[in-house]
């Protein structure tokens, strides 16, 4: 494992074990994203989060939080003590990313399907202004079921929303249960491709085929892009994999917190 993976899995933990319970499963499976993104893709100054024509990410699987709050710390967009204020009385840490409260957090999310609108109208408005940004957005496999999700995805193919690459985080599990046995996605390649995006499907997991997707979708004109990410809910720590669906949110007392740390030294 990337050594920048595993210190974002660390630091997950950490957040998350500060509080003894948090959203564990969802924050493990895209750490190789938000390495990718803030360490080798994105455009951003985290002297200058509020920087003109910056890269934006928008994680619309808003409990996801805590990865995307060990990733900013680790690329310092603020002390790394706050980690330890995950959820707490006057934390800027909330349990879901709140863009009032968070350096380096663009848009507030949590109502799945939300922000993957935010992400639309975003990257629409970065296109007016010609800054040159690209927008990110993260959506969840059972976020996928929302309505709302492909409500947005017509407009954003409509309007040739080509600066706009969104991912699927494809674990398979949701909240109660497995995606396929609550409300199954079928070919969700195929649907995305459907509906006018460019797609391409990927291991998750692997840090060089995430770049080359970005890279390839970023050469794609005239057509958003989505990426769907296969991965494991819970990835690196064996015993939150283990627990299937229900690591969504699991307890991350001091023994959990200190066999996670083990497995990822």
Known sequence: MDEICKQIRRMTVE??????????????????????LYFDKMNI??????????????V?????GPVVYATLALKGFFPMEWLYTLNKFGTNLP???????????????????????CAVGIAIGSKIKKDGATIY??????????????????????????????????????????VEDINSLGNLKSKWKAFGWYTQEIDGHDCEAISAAI???????????????????GKGISFVEAAGYKCHSMTMNKENVEAALAELQ
């Not at 619309?60 to 996801?64: I, L, V």
């Open 95 to 117: 349990s879901h990313c709140d863009m009032n409260k968070t350096p380096g957090v663009d848009m507030t999310a949590g109502s799945l399907g939300q922000g993957f609108s």
């Open 215 to 233: 890279d390839r979708a970023k050469a794609k004109k005239g057509q958003p892009s989505m990426i769907i990410l296969k991965t494991v809910k």
């Open 60 to 64: 619309s699987k808003g409990h996801a």
């Open 137 to 178: 957005t993260v959506i969840g496999d059972g976020e996928s079921q929302e309505g709302q999700i492909w409500e947005a995805a017509m407009l954003a193919a409509s309007k040739k929303v080509d600066n706009l690459i969104g991912f699927t985080d494809y674990n398979g599990m949701q909240l109660d249960g497995n």
């Open 15 to 36: 957040c998350i074990g500060s509080i003894g319970s948090g959203h564990i499963g969802g924050s493990m499976s895209i750490a190789e994203l938000m390495k990718v």
């Open 45 to 58: 100054d985290p002297a200058n989060p509020k920087m003109e024509g910056r890269d934006r990410l928008v």
